[in-house]
């Protein structure tokens, strides 16, 4: 079960790092960064399996990556 909400969580969130990646809008990924976080103890607590976990945690990258070129702002 904490797998599927993982994977919800990181596809409702996936639109709003994209939106993200548009420049003057960086501040999206603060949003996106706790819900991610949620994602992946959700994900870490199933037993079952770890793909959304993993698609949490490529998503938070992505996110991550583009903080760190905008300066943490932009």
Not at 37 to 62: D, E, H, T, W
Request: charged content about 5%.
């Amino acid at each position: 079960m904490g797998n599927i909400i993982a994977i919800l969580l990181g596809v409702l969130v996936l639109p709003i790092v994209i939106l993200g990646t548009i420049p003057f809008l960086g501040w999206a990924n603060w949003l996106a960064l706790p819900v991610l976080v949620l994602g992946i103890v959700a994900g870490q607590l199933s037993s079952s399996g770890n793909a959304g976990r993993n698609f949490c945690i490529v998503v938070g990258i992505i996110a991550a990556i583009r903080l760190s070129i905008g300066g943490g702002i932009i």
